[in-house]
């Protein structure tokens, strides 16, 4: 296959890149892709030097599967033109998902979907949705899923290389005074907020993502979680209530989940099928830190109400880079092979 890799100096693009080794993916040719910013850098892949070429001027004939994260601006401007030279784009960012004619793409829960490609774009989804789906989809095939109520806690990393900096920055500010934070926050100056609305080492901010403009209150992270889950679990009325927070977390995105549905569940029945479910990996205690550099979505604490047994509660960790991002990318590229 001739592979271009858009947004390859990122966060995400340089996870791609290796997952595309790691996975032995059947690589002829590889292009790399960014802004003019990072044209003209030369990256290892294989052995080889390759250089980024610049993603507004290069001709993209030729490349069969290209792999998109470069941010939802470029996305809706690049991946028609990509596509239209006959590519197949996999794109990570929000430009797409919610398109009637752009399938959203789990494999292990929506794989089927990969026959629907009519704009020549399959989209990943949000990584904070990505977690929850391998875990959700077979609790839903067994009982029904019609409500979710989430609080998730989602890493700086999510909010791309910027994120991850603001938080070393602000810990690395803190230095030896860090036991100051202790007694009193404000006891020690954290430095500047530029990526998050508020200090985010040492803290839990209730609000990640921008609100939307529909007098909701809601974020932008909170009401993709709500329709990307409904696209995906093919679940047009699902009743989503979520609280979506940022942590002083590098990376993995976490979520607490409690799932109500139309008959009753069992925490044994539960954790049978989860022991089953394909990229899930059951755990006592699921955190980021364990989630981080690994595949599966961690799940754990699950158990169903003392007194309400069509709701279940459990606590999932995944590592929002790799499967939350480029990993799930590369598994919709091996379906198209
Ligand atoms: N971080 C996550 O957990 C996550 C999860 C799911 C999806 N995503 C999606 O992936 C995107 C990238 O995330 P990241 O964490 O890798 O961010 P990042 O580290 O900030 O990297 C952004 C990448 O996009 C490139 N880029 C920016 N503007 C561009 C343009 N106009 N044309 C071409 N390339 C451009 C950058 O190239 P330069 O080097 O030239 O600036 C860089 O390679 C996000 O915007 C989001 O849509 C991220």
Redesign the pocket.
Known sequence: MKVGV??????????MRAILIERDFPVDEIRF???????G?KIEFKGDQVE?E???LADFSGIEVAL????????K??APRVAKSGAVVVD????WRMDDDVPLIVPEVNGVEIKNIKKGIIA????TT?VAMPVLAPLHKEWGLNRIVATTFQ?V????????KELADQVFDVGQDVSKLAFDGSAVDLGLSKVFPANVAFNVIPMAGSLVNDGSGDTNEETKLRDESRKILGIADLDVTATCTRVGVM?G?SLSITAWFRNETSTKKALELLELAPSVELVDIPTPLLAAGRDPSFVGRVRSHYSDPTQLSLFVSGD??RK??ALNAVQIAELLL
Request: hydrophobic share 40%; with cysteine.
């Open positions: 858009f947004g390859a100096t990122g966060q995400v693009g340089s996870v892709f960014a802004s003019s910013r990072s044209a850098q980024v610049d993603a507004d998109f994260s470069c941010g939802a601006n470029a996305s401007v690049l990570n960012s929000s430009a990943n989804p949000n990584c990505m890493a990393s999510g909010a791309g290389g910027a994120g991850v990376t995105h929002n880079l939350g991002a």
